[in-house]
């Protein structure tokens, strides 16, 4: 059985149907870089924010302005964000081959260490989406500040066919 | 002559012995991703922790609860956790070619600006169990918060056998 | 037409002489670490600072000590030390087949903001001397401290000849 867009059963972009995600336009940068750089088979994308188009849908800080739970809804923002930009760079998420790397920064602001459970949000996306043995490996920091305030940026790195 | 692990000499594997370093348990992950991920001969390692397991052996910040001293000693921990799990990966250290790159995320408060010496708790672990040709490049930055308040994070990228 | 340096019209070795631009000597180790590392095709460099030598340029934070035109400043310091390091591997710019991923590291204070604008300062440096064609991705984080107080850090990431 093939999918209405010719997806298989169990490919990113068939389970991406199933959770029944429809992905916003691809962000566009907010300055003189791209959004995706591809060397061999390894696809860089430029860090992803809680915006649509240049509009960010958070601004503060986890631990001041936001909790736990809104810092996930902000990260899957972003994460949706990385999903964009990776199917305007190969065409299909069906590319992917593996979710090398994330790294979830978030703003903090005094004893937030909830870090794990906000990371979380953007994994959990990335599982549901490419299957559980992609799972990429995981770096977190609570920086100071992020582009125009906002409280998330993810960096992702794939893995694709070439 | 071989190492009783059947190392040779100069290798990864007897250096540590020689060092007389009994590495712990490799560390398992706090959410919903994998220590270690390889693509081609790059082998990337989640973001590593001065905790044993799931427990952090150090929580504070650079420049308030601790100084460079406990600074340095948390970034080792840290460093082995960085071996376990590349040799839990690998089978064994031998397998690594490069250290390709090192990134060392300190938290910090205030005016504490002795990044590098604390830093080079790291580098000189992994200069004296790869040896002096195989440094990597390095990236130090202090930042807000670390997962559950601990005072850093490495991130580490090995080029390795394939 | 061939450039004093035997470099070609349009190749980046010829720009950076059309922009009169005259490199520093590439910056050296603070620590147990090295400026390059190159695996396959992928050069890494070690964190970029405004610093000539061992000698900070900048010292102090965004939003606080030092504003956006100081801090494009900085950056460009910095990004001129990219270059130094990567010219000092390869011999010759004009080797850099891509920019992969440019990562800018800003220590800001309080409501800070305008990272976008202070990170092009890198971007279009970069831009201006390998061409539009080859601009990389990016990620921007404001951090709580860098080394030695310096207000920005750099991570290049370019693809090379072989």
């Not at 093939?2 to 059963?9: D, H, I, N």
């Not at 790397?101 to 909830?114: M, N, P």
């Not at 949000?121 to 599982?127: D, H, M, T």
């Amino acid at each position: 059985m093939v999918s209405p867009q010719g997806s298989l059963p169990g490919s990113a972009e068939h389970r991406l149907q199933e959770l029944g995600i429809e992905l916003t336009p691809a962000p566009t940068p907010f300055g003189a870089y791209v959004e995706s750089v591809q060397t061999g088979n390894l696809l860089y994308l430029s860090g992803m924010l809680p915006a649509v188009g240049h509009e960010p849908k958070f601004a503060g800080r986890l631990g001041k302005e936001f909790d736990v739970e809104q810092g996930r809804e902000a990260v899957r923002i972003a994460a949706l964000n990385v999903l964009s930009a990776a199917r305007k760079h190969l065409g299909s998420l069906d590319k992917v081959t593996k979710v090398v790397k994330l790294a979830v920064y978030l703003t903090t602001e005094g004893d937030f260490f909830a870090h794990p459970k906000v990371a979380d949000s953007a994994s959990e996306l990335l599982r549901d989406v490419f299957g559980p043995d992609k799972l990429p490996v995981r770096i977190v920091l609570g920086v100071a500040s992020l582009p125009l305030g906002m409280p998330v940026e993810l960096e992702v790195l794939l893995e694709v066919e070439v």
